[in-house]
């Protein structure tokens, strides 16, 4: 099973500022099965990413995703009052599917 | 655009089956996976299976021995069965379309299991 370790836990940051945030596999994952998603209190997850750098219909172009092989990171490049969520990346290099632990995004 | 609900019990007795089944509307079943995710309270996220709209499915091997996923087609609906519940089911649980990636997903069935 491939582990997706993210960090850090809780990111703390205003609007307008930049986040970066980490996602670390166990193994060699295909970028093409990368994805990140945000949960905002109460709701279901949203597909930001996938491909690991391909944005989801819909999703503002301050979010972007890089990275290969096990190292992959989720950018904001400016924070907006609505970003402030949690953030999940998810593989399927492998079965079985995994997600990360989540990144807190708080103010 | 595709919509997807979950429905079903909201408390399971420990050792009986959790039973939920997920509607999907505004587009059909076939041609995709559909996948059940869970989500313990304050925790993070667990894939459960996926089926494609051909009947083959995939477990997750820490549940493989309790969890059925089924279609049907004729309702565009899927199910999940979950046998021999205890405490540590307690999670609100959705269901997803995909694979590799899930999108959309549906807005989540909380399910405790408690006697």
């Known amino acids: 099973e491939i582990v997706l370790t993210q960090s850090p836990g809780t990111l703390s940051l205003s609007p307008g500022e930049r986040a970066t945030l980490s996602c670390r596999a166990s193994?060699?994952?295909?970028?093409?099965?990368l994805a990140w998603y945000q949960q905002k209190p109460g709701q279901s997850p949203r597909l930001l990413i996938y491909?690991?750098?391909t944005r989801a219909t819909g999703i503002p172009d301050r979010f972007s995703g890089s990275g290969s092989g096990t190292d992959f990171t989720l950018t904001i490049s400016r924070l907006e009052p609505e970003d402030f969520a949690v953030y999940y990346c998810q593989q399927y290099g492998s079965s079985p599917i995994t997600f990360g632990g989540g990144t807190k995004v708080e103010i | 655009q595709v919509q997807l609900q979950e429905s079903g019990p909201g408390l399971v007795k420990p050792s009986e089956t959790l039973s939920l089944t997920c509607t999907v509307s505004?587009?059909?079943?076939?041609?995709?996976?559909w996948s059940w995710i869970r989500q313990p309270p304050g925790k993070g996220l667990e894939w459960i299976a996926y089926?494609?709209?051909?009947?083959?499915?995939n477990y997750n091997p820490s549940l493989k021995s309790r969890v059925t996923i089924s279609l049907d087609t004729s309702k565009n609906q899927f199910s999940l069965k979950l046998s021999s519940v205890t405490a540590t089911d307690t999670a609100i649980y959705y269901c997803?379309?995909?694979?590799?990636?899930?999108?959309?997903w549906g807005q989540g069935a909380r399910v405790t299991v408690s006697s």
């Open positions: 193994q060699s994952v295909s970028s093409r099965f």
């Open positions: 997803a379309r995909g694979l590799t990636m899930f999108d959309p």
């Open positions: 089926i494609f709209h051909s009947g083959s499915t």
């Open positions: 505004g587009g059909s079943i076939s041609n995709y996976y």
């Open positions: 491909g690991a750098s």
